[in-house]
């Protein structure tokens, strides 16, 4: 499993997709937002519109139960309460929110799913961390070169696999790093933490194994092309 790769020390995490926990969810009306970050260097907004009270989701189950970890739309997630008791008595840091969430709606995509076991969630975001991509040492294919040194907000076209710049991570054990801040990136801390208790709908790729090219577009020529 991810959590054995020898060396690694990052993880991405991803929702466990086709498998037998594989749950999303929406937002339902009234929807209330709120501004999106900024970035306190350049000014540019860092992420989606602020997801305000009330929360109040329909979730939609893809595999046989519903898991502990949900995604939905924008940089919200869900997680069950025996994931946010876990993560608060483990002492882990990163997720901020934990908002009680309203699920009004249930819906089955697939036939058996056991719609009658559906646990508490609570609403959360991982905080917006200090650690930053290496820029020299990731295979990131970008659109648009890194202008801001802060946020490092770039087209991202292709990944093939990234690394954080020596020094800047300061401890989060779950965070959207400068740079791709697209990717929730999770400490060994967090990921023993969810094999240890068996949670479910959450995948764990090492930062260096992590591949997303939705287009085809390949890695760039080298570890400095695109890359600003």
Same mark, same amino acid.
């Given at each position: 499993?991810?959590?054995?790769?020898?060396?690694?020390?990052?993880?991405?995490?991803?929702?466990?997709?086709?498998?037998?926990?594989?749950?999303?969810?929406?937002?339902?009306?009234?929807?209330?937002?709120?501004?999106? %970050?900024? !970035?306190?260097?350049? =000014?540019?907004?860092?992420?989606?519109?602020?997801? $305000?009270? /009330?929360?109040?989701?329909?979730? #939609?189950?893809?595999?046989?139960?519903?898991?502990?970890?949900?995604?939905?739309?924008?940089?919200?997630?869900?997680?069950?309460?025996?994931?946010?008791?876990?993560?608060?008595?483990?002492?882990?840091?990163?997720?901020?929110?934990?908002?009680?969430?309203?699920?009004?709606?249930?819906?089955?995509?697939?036939?058996?799913?056991?719609?009658?076991?559906?646990?508490?969630?609570?609403?959360?975001?991982?905080?917006?961390?200090?650690?930053?991509?290496?820029?020299?040492?990731?295979?990131?294919?970008?659109?648009?070169?890194?202008?801001? %040194?802060? !946020?490092?907000?770039? =087209?991202?076209?292709?990944?093939?696999?990234?690394? $954080?710049? /020596?020094?800047?991570?300061?401890? #989060?054990?779950?965070?959207?790093?400068?740079?791709?801040?697209?990717?929730?990136?999770?400490?060994?801390?967090?990921?023993?933490?969810?094999?240890?208790?068996?949670?479910?709908?959450?995948?764990?790729?090492?930062?260096?194994?992590?591949?997303?090219?939705?287009?085809?577009?390949?890695?760039?020529?080298?570890?400095?092309?695109?890359?600003?």
């Amino acid at each position: 499993m991810a959590f054995d790769v020898p060396g690694s020390r990052f993880f991405v995490l991803e929702e466990g997709m086709f498998g037998p926990n594989d749950t999303k969810f929406s937002k339902v009306a009234p929807v209330n937002r709120g501004d999106p %970050p900024q !970035c306190p260097l350049c =000014g540019e907004p860092m992420g989606m519109l602020t997801w $305000l009270s /009330p929360y109040r989701v329909e979730l #939609e189950l893809h595999g046989a139960a519903p898991g502990d970890f949900v995604e939905g739309p924008g940089y919200d997630v869900l997680i069950s309460q025996r994931v946010a008791e876990a993560y608060q008595e483990a002492g882990l840091t990163g997720l901020l929110g934990f908002n009680p969430v309203e699920v009004v709606r249930v819906r089955s995509k697939r036939k058996g799913s056991a719609q009658g076991a559906i646990p508490p969630y609570f609403a959360v975001i991982a905080c917006f961390g200090r650690g930053a991509v290496d820029e020299a040492r990731s295979r990131i294919r970008r659109s648009e070169p890194v202008t801001c %040194p802060e !946020c490092r907000s770039a =087209g991202v076209d292709s990944v093939h696999g990234f690394t $954080l710049e /020596p020094d800047t991570w300061q401890g #989060e054990d779950i965070f959207r790093p400068r740079g791709k801040r697209g990717s929730l990136v999770v400490s060994e801390r967090f990921a023993a933490l969810v094999h240890r208790h068996g949670f479910t709908n959450m995948k764990f790729t090492p930062t260096e194994e992590y591949v997303w090219d939705p287009d085809g577009k390949g890695p760039p020529a080298s570890p400095h092309a695109e890359s600003g």
